[in-house]
């Protein structure tokens, strides 16, 4: 763990009563992603591949794209709601759907 992640973890454990957090609960990292998307750097890997935990990080904070699985870097349903949240999100975003995603009245759009 590198040093904003312990901060992360210190942040969270303080704000849960001191308690540390089981960053493979999928309900607490729930909690946690919709308070901070980029909490998501802690999850486990299981749940950094889960559709509902990625989308609300991603929906809370686009940025939180970047600690997703590969699968959900390249799944249009959890990228676009990140590079609408936050433009810059889509560098995290697969090669194929950073070709494939363009903007049109400051929405995201897939390409066919």
């Known amino acids: 763990m590198g040093w904003a ?15 540390p957090i089981d960053w493979s609960n999928p309900d607490l990292v729930l909690i946690q992603v919709r308070r901070n998307g ?13 559709k509902n935990i990625v989308l609300a990080a991603v929906t809370q904070n686009g940025a939180a794209l970047r600690f997703a699985s590969k699968k959900r870097r390249a799944d249009p349903a ?5 590079v609408e949240q936050d433009q ?25």
């Open 5 to 19: 992640e312990a901060g992360i973890n210190c942040a969270f454990s303080n704000s849960n009563g001191g308690e």
């Open 38 to 50: 980029n909490s998501l750097a802690l999850a486990s890997r299981k749940l950094k591949n889960r």
């Open 78 to 82: 959890i990228v676009i709601p990140a």
């Open 88 to 112: 810059e999100a889509l560098q995290f975003a697969s090669l194929k759907l950073q070709s494939q995603i363009h903007f049109v009245d400051g929405k995201a759009v897939l390409a066919k």
